[in-house]
């Protein structure tokens, strides 16, 4: 429309200029309006467990609320909102790396195995205080795949935190990884709240979260699978998603294997 207004106000000969600074500015003041959005979108999202934390803290400072209920109770409030403001500022900085394009991921040849018996042990307390069955199923002699195990523990564990966290008592959730033919398939599925395919299109997009779920006690900040997506990608992978709104969900990471190493012989 901008073209089209500038064509039309400005005669054909000067308009070329004057038109290059209008897009510019067009794109400058959108760049401009997307980073006032994201620093009131993240000053929102710290100012909540802000206040939280300063209301419980006033709480404990004064003396004369004696309940030692009220007092753990405080304390445990407090702990939640420091570590959901840690998830968020670790969050933020992880998606400013890879924005800025210094998330270089260093790839070595991995074994899955155990980096996913790892996540999976940690997940454990977490799934077992939710009352949700975690279930691990890898792969005899699962093939090597290229991965930074960093960036790619961060991406499981944010498939494992969903998948526990969108979910119900007396759920499971199930961490697997198998392989086809090229490809190494790591899936989470749950059994849990699932989504509609218009939410499922859109939940790797920065921010977004599904709404009518009852967010307000889940916590997140929808950041956790724009990164999960962007690492996969970082690894030339793809993460695909099926959900049925109200059964589950399945979120796979598919990583082209790697040719096996044979060494005197003997498959390593
Ligand atoms: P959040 O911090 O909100 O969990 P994510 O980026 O990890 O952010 O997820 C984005 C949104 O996708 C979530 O807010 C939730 O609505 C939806 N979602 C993610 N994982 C699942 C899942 N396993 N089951 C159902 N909904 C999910």
Redesign the pocket.
Known sequence: RLWATAQALLGHSMAYGTLVVLRDATREHLARQAGNDFVAHVAHELKSPLNVIGMYGEMLADASVDDPALRVEAINVIQDEVERMNSLVNNLLNVSKLEMGSMRPERHRVKLDDLLRDAWQQARARADSKGIRLELQVARDLAAVSVDKDLFRIAIN??L???I???QPGGSVVLAADEGDSDVVIA?R?S????TPD?RER??EKF???RE?G?EQ???????????NQIVELHHGRLTID?ELGH??V?SIHLKKMPALVEGGQVL
Do not use: C, E, P, Q
Request: proline share 0%; no cysteine; charged share 15%.
């Open positions: 944010n498939l935190n969903n998948a966290k969108y979910n989470v749950d849990g709240i699932g989504m939410d939940v790797t977004f979260r599904v779920t967010l889940r916590g997140g900040h929808g950041l956790g699978l724009y990164l999960t959900s589950g969900s979120f």
